[in-house]
């Protein structure tokens, strides 16, 4: 019997720039002054645990750690709090991400919601030793809507990767 989630298309190779790009992207993204709007994802989480899922072994912890100082000097934040936040992220995404895998998309994103909790977790423990106050419940709904997020972000993220539909009658596979 054959699995329903599975798809029938083989991914190419990812390339290493696209990596960069979409990080990149994701690091713009969260620069982006919404306020104090709760539930906007933490699109750098987004995005690294996707990689980090899909590509453990070009996407890690080191990734994680320069993302984190780069958010952590752009929101003028305490010093450490979004890199070890990612860094946790990283390492349990990495970790797990054979078991993400084997699920279909929507189960997918019940497994990285957890994953967003810890590490908006962590946050908020570094941010409370550093003398913040507790940003209220609300705070995590931007771990929901990352989740939420993961099937849309991962159908655009694989894009490139699909290979085209048409056979070719000179190649073996």
């Given amino acids: ?18 990596i960069v790009a979409t990080l990149f992207l994701a690091l713009l993204l969260n620069l982006i002054p919404f306020g104090r709007l709760p539930g906007i994802p933490d699109w750098v989480a987004l995005v690294l645990a996707f990689w ?3 590509q453990p072994l070009k996407v890690g912890m080191s990734a994680a750690f320069v993302l ?3 958010m952590d000097v752009a929101n003028a934040s305490v010093m450490g709090q979004h890199a070890l ?3 946790l ?11 993400v895998l084997w699920f279909p998309l929507a189960q997918q994103a019940l497994h990285v919601l957890p994953m967003f909790l810890g ?10 030793l550093g003398g913040a106050e507790f940003p209220g419940i609300l705070w995590f709904l931007s771990s929901f809507s990352a989740a939420l997020l993961w099937h849309p972000v991962t159908y655009l993220l694989l894009i490139p990767q699909f290979s085209p539909e048409d056979k070719d009658v000179h190649r073996p596979i």
Avoid: D
Avoid at 3 to 8: K, Y
Avoid at 89 to 99: E, K, T
Avoid at 119 to 128: F, G, K
């Fill in 1 to 18: 019997m054959e699995p329903t989630h599975s798809s029938r298309r083989i991914l190419l190779p990812v390339r290493n720039w696209f």
């Fill in 52 to 54: 980090c899922v899909h």
């Fill in 68 to 70: 984190g100082l780069a």
């Fill in 85 to 87: 936040a990612y860094v």
């Fill in 89 to 99: 992220l990283a390492f349990v995404a990495a970790g797990l991400s054979r078991r």
């Fill in 119 to 128: 590490m908006q977790v962590a946050m908020l423990a570094a941010r409370l």
